[in-house]
């Protein structure tokens, strides 16, 4: 954890936009239900090896209702390939299925709504709320924002939802879907796990956790 500074939140978001300024979500879908589905399907997996999945999937079960009723096997098999297939294709159909019965087949737009499908958590819930065009429930808190909030000293917290609570009060509400997007892409690119690449990094002058990894 830095002992300097934290940075300086409007600029680093001012340079993080300019160093991604075409940040969006990774994941391929047309619908929020896809997106829902996606979502899901991401976790512990890769947004590639998801946009893989999801074209088959969505084809294949065009709505919650087909979904919620598709025999769990099938579901299983389609998406096997993004790993943890038992568990997925089970919380994928528990959410169909509150989304038919419950909100007469259609993704519901509100925080409380979406946290109430059966393992939809925040993150999802955030996810899905930025970038269908509802108002956003809050920071997405991955494990890029994760690292990223701690580095430049905007958390002290360890749990999701403490950091998003902190990003949240941090950063200004209109910023928290580009600056997700744009956290998340440098935590790929640049400020990444094991070995932050701070020579690179356009944040290295504000950043109180630069050059500090051997
Ligand atoms: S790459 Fe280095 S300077 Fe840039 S944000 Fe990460 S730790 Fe800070």
Redesign the pocket.
């Known amino acids: 954890m830095p002992r300097k500074p934290a940075?300086p939140v409007e600029e680093t978001l001012k340079r993080l936009h300019k160093a991604y300024p075409d940040a969006r979500c990774t994941l391929d879908f047309k619908t929020t239900l896809e997106l829902l589905v996606a979502t899901v399907l991401s976790a512990q997996c890769t947004d590639v090896r998801v946009n893989l999945v999801t074209p088959a999937l969505f084809r294949k079960y065009r709505s919650a209702r087909a979904c919620a009723a598709a025999p769990l096997p099938d579901l299983e098999e389609a998406i096997r390939s993004c790993g943890f297939y038992h568990t997925k294709a089970r919380s994928i159909q528990g959410i169909c299925r509150a989304i038919v019965e419950k909100h007469c087949g259609r993704v519901p737009a509100t925080m409380d709504e979406l946290v109430a499908l059966p393992g939809v958590g925040r993150k999802t819930a955030n996810v899905v709320l930025g970038n269908s065009g509802s108002r956003p429930g809050g920071f997405v808190v991955d494990t890029h924002v994760k690292r990223?909030a701690a580095?430049?000293g905007w958390t002290k917290q360890k749990d999701a939802v403490k950091i998003e609570r902190d990003l949240n009060k941090l950063v200004p509400e209109k910023d928290w879907v580009s600056a997700g997007h744009e956290l998340i892409q440098?935590g790929r690119r640049?400020?990444v796990a094991r070995k932050?690449?701070?020579r690179?990094?356009?944040?290295?002058d504000l950043?109180?956790?630069?050059?500090?990894?051997k």
């Open positions: 940075a990223l580095r430049l440098h640049i400020c932050p690449r701070c690179d990094c356009p944040l290295g950043c109180p956790s630069a050059f500090t990894f």
